[in-house]
């Protein structure tokens, strides 16, 4: 596939969008700061900084990322505690750990991008915190659901409520799952990676990914969500299409998931842009997105062969583009910029995903 850049590659290797990205949200001792949550970190824009830095070859902000999250969310060691979600300023005014419940997805991205920098740049220290993170991963937020099998729980608590289970469709990226097996050959991610479909057919009742899915024992799927969420297709489940597309055409898993998912190509077949938020009966809620959910859909509908319209979307988010930051919209929102660096870091080159997982980087390649 050919790409198609925002930004011209740079002999060096470097990545001029990470590169902004990193000043704007980036503090000198490694921590992603959230300007829309008053600074606040989560463990997710720890785990997608970490995986942005290998991909740009970017070493020194790697090391710095790695040793905040370790410090500052697992207590000192990710071998032994799973990373805490939530860090800000408490009602005290002190910088501490807001939550220390876990964020599967996040730590899931930390142990594979662990595991694949261990694996690029030939660091022991890397793949013992990848593997030994894997294995609390796999201790702690892995459930054998009776009636459906092994799937990756949100957090190690909250998401397992009497009988009810709640999931994420967007937290089990098929392909960094079959990474982790390739890694771990021992853990449950094989099993994981092939309830995968299945996951994301069930939550999906109307062709939209939802955000939030319930499964109860001898009922099956439902559509209950989590305390203070709702069962709409929106901000977490936008990721369900971008992992889709991303996911080599050779997987058999890929075309599953495409096909459990007409809606978002339906709805872009009426509209210039993708849905913010969508209701559980397929209704448009909010129809108003930004440009990060443009760069979400287009490795999405390029999987589907919607050439001219995957284009149009990637148009959208170019025009977004403020050269004065270097980054999307007027005053970017850190969770667009994350989705536009996956996408655009994909639709580029820059990486890709091979069919067991590994990671193929373009600075390797060059």
Known sequence: MAAIPLYPLEASGGWPLWTSYAARFLSIDGRIADPAIQGQTTSEGQAYALFFALVANDRPRFERVLEWTQNNLA???LTRNLPAWHWGKSPSGAWTVLDRNSASDADLWIAYTLLEAARYWGEPRYQALGEGLAAIIARFEVEDLPGFGAMLLPGYRDFHVGDTFFLNPSYVPVQLLLGLAAHCPQGPWRAIAANVPRLVKASAPRGFALDW????PGHGFGF??????KPLASYDAIRVYLWAGTLPAAVSARQTILDALPGMARALSQAAAPPAVVNLDGTIANPHSGPGFSASVAPYLLARGERDR?????RRVSEAFHRDSGLYGPSPDYYEQNLILFSEGWLQNRYLFTTTGH???LWRRK
């Open 224 to 229: 209950e969500a989590p305390a203070g969420k």
């Open 75 to 77: 207590g000192g060691d």
């Open 213 to 216: 899915v319930s499964y109860r």
């Open 310 to 314: 995957a284009a149009a979307q990637r």
């Open 359 to 361: 990671l193929d980087l």
